[in-house]
């Protein structure tokens, strides 16, 4: 498995604000697949700039948000319904990025957004939740970013799409919502039809499954003996 350079430059930072998370809350702070390795992962299919404004869509507790200020000098406007803004305010100010990372709390179909905004919208570990409408492309997110500029995500996936049902093996540790995982060519083909972006990559991450399962739902993995399971990368440009 690669090296992941932001992870290990970042890590310290990020695992500092996951303890504070953990002493302030009743909870422990739930890892999904690993966001820091993900962000590069797809940070190195888009071509981000200082200055650019992004849209880190379902930031969490606003880990991706601090990197991509960081690292790309970009400014954030970080979204997430399950996360306290106030609460990733305050990691934000922790980490200094306080005047480039803008804590966010909307539903995904009410955004408060102007339309053409962003240089930039980047979703990890999220855009599944909510992208598998047919119309949420073309009725809510597209028009947030400007003409020509970008798209990137990156979900659970599958490496192909069940055409059988899914494996009994997997059945004890399947919930409803793993249903919105697909493959890299469903997403393709879901935003292809719209005519509003040009998609420029639509890939399974490699050694995805290995990345995935290094932070989360091993069970689940441990009994996907078919390998259906992975980690998908999209970009695109809108049109």
Not at 158 to 175: A, H, I, Q, Y
Request: hydrophobic share 40%; aromatic share 14%.
């Amino acid at each position: 498995m690669r090296n992941f350079i932001l992870k290990e430059k970042y890590n310290t930072l990020i695992q500092s604000l996951i303890d504070d998370f953990n002493n302030s809350h009743s909870y422990k702070y739930i890892m999904g697949p690993d966001a820091l390795c993900l962000i590069e992962i797809l940070c190195e299919k888009m071509n981000l700039k200082p200055g650019m404004r992004v849209l880190d869509m379902g930031c969490g507790a606003g880990f991706t948000s601090i990197i991509l200020a960081k690292e790309f000098g970009v400014t954030v406007f970080a979204n997430d319904l399950w996360s306290c803004a106030t609460e990733n305010y305050e990691r934000f100010v922790k980490a200094g990025v306080e005047d480039r990372v803008f804590p966010f709390r909307a539903e995904a179909h009410n955004l408060p957004f102007a339309s053409n905004f962003f240089d930039a919208a980047i979703s990890i570990d999220a855009y599944h939740y909510f992208g598998t409408d047919e119309c949420y492309l073309c009725d809510h997110y597209a028009k947030l970013v400007k003409p020509g500029g970008q798209f990137g995500l990156v979900n659970p996936g599958l490496s192909k799409e069940f055409t059988n049902g899914l494996p009994e093996k997997m059945k004890p540790f399947w919930e409803p919502n793993m249903y919105a995982w697909h493959s890299a060519g469903w997403w393709q083909q879901l935003w292809e039809k719209t005519d509003l972006v040009d998609v420029t990559c639509a890939q399974e991450i490699p050694d995805g499954k290995s990345i995935w399962r290094m932070t989360a739902d091993y069970d689940l993995h441990d009994a996907d003996i078919e390998n259906y399971l992975t980690l998908v990368l999209m970009t695109a440009i809108r049109k």
